[in-house]
């Protein structure tokens, strides 16, 4: 029965990998069709701006005429039938022409519509792909990770609550370095890319200017460097492995201070010593989360954390002096405080203790306490 098990394991594997390939050809195929979508509804706008200039004198041209007419129909007898013949056809040319130009700039809206509704389509096309290209990619992850064992487990569903608490916290991670990528670095590059083409020509157009184009092009490259080793650091601290959870929080406090210019102070009590590894990064993300909510929603000028030591337990505890808020409907509206409910939920993983106390207009205070498993000794 495990033998067969494996095998359609296995066999959904290369199923789903390969859906995975073509998922990522849609997403790959869309995004250029997007580019090509934003060009051409570009190229659009300034063409019906075009028009509307030439259908505005058009409008002019053509009332003159029909003023011209008016007059000379009101003054037949002092115009010949070739004079009056001439300025009806210059007024019927100036109408025909006035509706043709109408007419396209009705074309050229109605295109654009169409375009519009063409690259919100592609939008959301990209954007499911992406989704679903996390969430297949989190199936295979795991399959590859050992599903059979889970599944001999007498404790099933006790497994299968914990798998999809992984997989949720896994795929909320995922969502939050796409966004980071995104938002930071791609944009940068495409920005250097597009500087880089400017360089180019003002190469042959204008030498001298190069010389300060590729100095800032060369701090705009440092920045993004420095984006990037952010977000590796924010992925795995190196801190972390060689250090510990004091180094590795003490230094993304540094940063987390510099970036929202909000004041952080780190009181240790106890004596500090290494933990699992598992619960280290446990503990490391836990704090990364809190102080996240800190930054979005507490409007707070200060926070105090303090990582506690005791013989059974390590306990963080994240104080802000913010606007504070509600726990009981914080904690029973999940979709809309997702993190609070992650951060509890990931406590619980680890068979820990969470509380939250927080007042209106005066702050609020989270409590997460893990047990003490070592791996070390104490850190002198």
């Known amino acids: 029965m495990t033998d067969q098990l494996g095998e359609i394991l296995k066999n959904t594997l290369k199923a789903i990998e390969s859906g995975k390939e073509e998922i990522f050809f849609i ?121 059979v064992e889970a599944l001999q487990t007498h404790n099933h569903e006790q497994r299968l609550e914990m798998g999809l608490r992984v997989i949720r916290a896994q795929e909320e991670e995922r969502r939050r370095v796409a966004r980071e990528i995104h938002d930071g670095p791609a944009q940068t590059l495409a920005n250097i890319v597009l500087r880089l083409e400017i360089a180019e020509k003002l190469l042959e157009l204008d030498p001298s200017r190069v010389k300060a184009e590729l100095k800032d092009l060369k701090n705009l490259v440092r920045a993004n460097l420095q984006d990037i080793r952010r977000i590796i650091f924010d992925l795995r601290p190196m801190a972390l492995d060689d250090l510990g959870i004091v180094p590795a929080i003490s230094k993304y406090l540094d940063n987390f201070q510099e970036t929202y210019s909000i004041k952080c102070e780190l009181h240790i009590e106890g ?64 979709g809309e405080h997702f993190g609070l ?12 203790r969470f509380s939250i106390q927080s007042t209106i207009g005066k702050g609020t205070s989270i409590e997460l306490s893990i047990p003490s498993s070592q791996e070390g000794g104490t850190i002198i």
């Open 27 to 147: 997403a790959e195929t869309s995004r250029t069709e997007t580019h090509r979508l934003i060009e051409e509804l570009s190229q659009l706008k300034s063409n019906i701006s075009e028009i509307i200039l030439q259908v505005d004198y058009q409008e002019k041209v053509e009332r003159r005429m029909r003023q011209k007419l008016m007059e000379v129909n009101r003054a037949h007898q002092q115009h010949s039938h070739e004079d009056m013949m001439k300025t009806y056809a210059e007024a019927k040319d100036a109408q025909v022409k006035l509706q043709l130009l109408q007419q396209k700039e009705v074309q050229l809206r109605k295109r654009r519509d169409d375009l519009e509704r063409s690259l919100s389509q592609m939008q959301v096309t990209i954007e499911r792909a992406q989704n679903l290209m996390t969430q297949v990619s989190m199936a295979i992850s795991l399959l590859q990770g050992g599903v």
């Open 271 to 334: 004596r500090e010593r290494r933990l699992l590894p598992a619960m280290e990064v446990a503990l490391f993300r836990l704090v990364q989360e809190g102080m996240t909510n800190v930054a979005k929603h507490a409007h707070s000028t200060q926070v105090e954390i303090n990582l506690i030591y005791q013989d059974d337990w390590t306990i963080a505890r994240i104080r802000d002096y913010g606007k504070g808020f509600e726990v009981k409907t914080a904690m029973d509206a999940p």
């Open 341 to 352: 409910v992650g951060m509890r939920e990931r406590v619980e993983m680890f068979s820990g």
